[in-house]
């Protein structure tokens, strides 16, 4: 036995007691003629004192973080400390034991508030984990996993595994490969999703489906992005519409914040926005509705303007209340960000003063006729100030609705210790892609609004789908879709994203061929966990939230991964690496 009790556990009750504890060294006190040491586990600290001597010797080569099991009896402490939770005892050492000993120098103190630089901390992740506000969040994952397990239960929902070893498919980002041993020259690859497979089931007949499921992506980092895998909550049910859909979501996230967070969520249904709502009045599709910034199209005020920035452009405005009131260099500040993180033009502005004047930026060009249209149809009062943006539609929509951010992260406007949530629904079925063809632009599994009929007379670029996203305070927390079930609208949605039905059935033959038999309608989402844990945990990095994460260029210091391998490998998968030429750029 190695501890009859975890430490943070004794109390008065139990003094008097011989107790066996085991746990790190966290602090050593050496007072001459005794030494204290602060002894930790994952559930606390217990105070442990040494006063036989040779003990004191034997002390003397101890080293903090080092793993330790002391004997002892449990006394009253003369000066208690009501900081701790057994700040009302200690134990009196009568035997110690050295379990793993610690180097004498760590590369960085445990349980300070010393700053360490991310790469050293990934480097060394076991020690960075016994950091208590690290080592919680790991321990509220867990939590939130059981909890979102136990929903899913309640909820009639079966937990079924999927495949890791996979097929590659067109799904949004590039796959991670496999070489086959048993097949020279072909390749399984990770899955982005289990979206094929929890499909299948549906096929299967099973009713209701879910997993925490592991998805591999080779996409770049972010903060709120994992490199390469992360973990979603991914279910699937048949014979549903999205309203189930959004009731399952309703059912389970909010309720997992709830229960671990006393930020104020609100009751009952989600709001739901359009995509092109969304786009319009916020400038991106995930967005944080704790900014009270609105963007507003003021095109028309400006039909006839002298201003040659705003000529044959789309015009967006932003009306800050009480903007006047700031100086020359927060507008300077606002329109170099506009210029250099947003790639605009420029960034307009003017203010509203409370003398009824309008000032600054392009007053001279706010006719009283525009400035009548601002205060009567749009809301800008005395003390406002407005922010312009000009340009062709989407790059207006896209550069207005980082300067909102922006401008809502400067200002302080973000309401505080609250979560709102949102879908966003109604996104199209397809995009333009770069090269100016037609691309799916959200999930190529999604069922069309309007079904054949709709992919056969109307202008793709027109088709709207029903696909959703769920989102959370700016970031999104979910994905899904009413899915495509029936093999014919299948064929002609890829055949206009410039898919043949023999690309169909090559690529998604298990898909294509299971629709034969008897589809019921399906549909489903996958809440990100990594971000749900995140957002709970108040972070704004996505690593604090994953035990073993990769730092920012997709690299595991601690396990040095990705590493090179050995030719015996390599001809064992049937792989030959091309020499890099000296002169090919890195």
């Not at 010393?114 to 080592?135: A, G, I, M, T």
């Not at 959004?246 to 249904?269: A, H, M």
């Not at 993180?341 to 706010?366: P, R, S």
């Not at 207005?400 to 949102?422: A, M, N, P, T, W």
Request: proline residues 4%; charged residues 30%; hydrophobic residues 35%.
């Amino acid at each position: 036995m190695y501890r009859t009790h975890n430490l943070g556990e004794l109390r008065i009750s139990n003094i008097g007691e011989e107790v066996e504890l085991s746990g790190w060294i966290q602090k050593i006190r050496n007072l001459g003629g005794m030494i204290f040491i602060d002894l930790r586990d994952e559930f606390g600290i217990t105070q442990i004192v040494i006063n036989d001597e040779k003990l004191q010797e034997q002390a003397k080569e101890f080293t903090t973080e080092s793993c330790v099991h002391i004997y002892g009896k449990v006394v009253e402490r003369s000066n208690k400390n009501p900081k701790m939770e057994t700040g009302e005892i200690e134990v009196i050492a009568n035997k110690i034991e050295v379990l793993g000993k610690c180097k004498n120098v760590l590369p960085f103190e445990i349980n300070t508030d010393q700053e360490v630089r991310e790469d050293l901390r990934l480097e060394y992740r076991f020690l960075d984990l016994r950091n208590q506000k690290l080592h919680d969040t790991i321990l509220l994952r867990s939590k939130i996993l059981k909890t979102i397990r136990d929903r899913m239960d309640e909820l009639g929902f079966s937990e079924i595994q999927t495949p890791i070893l996979a097929n590659s498919s067109p799904e949004g980002a590039r796959d991670f490969l496999v070489p086959s041993r048993l097949h020279p020259g072909e390749f399984y690859a990770l899955p982005q999703a289990p979206q094929q497979f929890k499909q299948l089931l549906m096929v299967s007949g099973f009713d209701k489906y879910y997993q925490i499921a592991p998805c591999f992506r080779d996409e770049d980092p972010r903060a709120d992005r994992a490199p390469g895998e992360f973990y979603q909550l991914d279910f699937e049910m048949s014979f549903a519409t999205q309203e189930d859909v959004f009731k399952v979501i309703e059912e389970v996230v909010p309720y997992t914040f709830k229960k671990f967070t006393n930020w104020k969520i609100e009751d009952g249904q989600i709001l739901r926005i359009p995509y092109k709502e969304a786009m319009e009045k916020y400038g991106i599709d995930k967005p944080d509705l704790r900014n009270p910034l609105i963007i507003q199209d003021v095109t028309k005020v400006f039909e006839n303007t002298e201003f040659n920035a705003f000529k044959g452009k789309t015009i967006k405005a932003i009306i800050v209340p009480n903007g006047a009131e700031q100086g020359r260099k927060f507008f300077d500040k606002m329109t170099e960000f506009a210029v250099e993180e947003c790639e605009a033009k420029g960034l307009a502005w003017t203010k509203f003063e409370q003398d009824g004047n309008v000032q600054g930026g392009i007053a001279k060009f706010i006719t009283d006729e525009a400035k009548s249209k601002l205060e009567n149809e749009f809301g800008a009062k005395a003390g406002d100030s407005i922010f312009f943006i000009a340009d062709e539609l989407h790059n207006a929509q896209k550069i207005s609705g980082l300067v909102r951010i922006e401008l809502g992260k400067r200002l302080d406007l973000i309401e505080k210790d609250v979560y709102k949530f949102c879908f966003i629904i109604d996104f199209p079925m397809y995009e333009l892609s770069d090269e100016g063809t037609i691309d799916f632009c959200h999930n190529p599994f999604s069922m069309p609004q309007g079904g054949l009929e709709a992919l056969n007379t109307k202008d793709p670029l027109d088709i709207l789908a029903y696909q959703y996203d769920l989102v959370c305070n700016g970031y999104e927390m979910a994905s899904g879709a009413v899915r495509n079930h029936d093999p014919e609208i299948m064929v002609k949605a890829f055949e206009i994203a410039g898919y043949t039905e023999e690309d169909v059935k090559n690529r998604f033959g298990a898909l294509y061929n299971a629709f034969q038999y008897g589809t019921p309608p399906h549909a489903g989402a996958a809440p990100g966990i990594d971000r749900m844990v995140m957002l709970i945990a108040d972070s704004t990095n996505i690593r604090e939230v994953i035990a073993f994460p990769k730092n920012k260029k997709a690299r595991d210091l601690l396990m040095r991964a990705p590493s090179v391998v050995s030719k015996q490998q390599l001809d064992d998968v049937h792989i030959q690496i091309k020499e890099r030429e000296k002169d090919e750029e890195i």
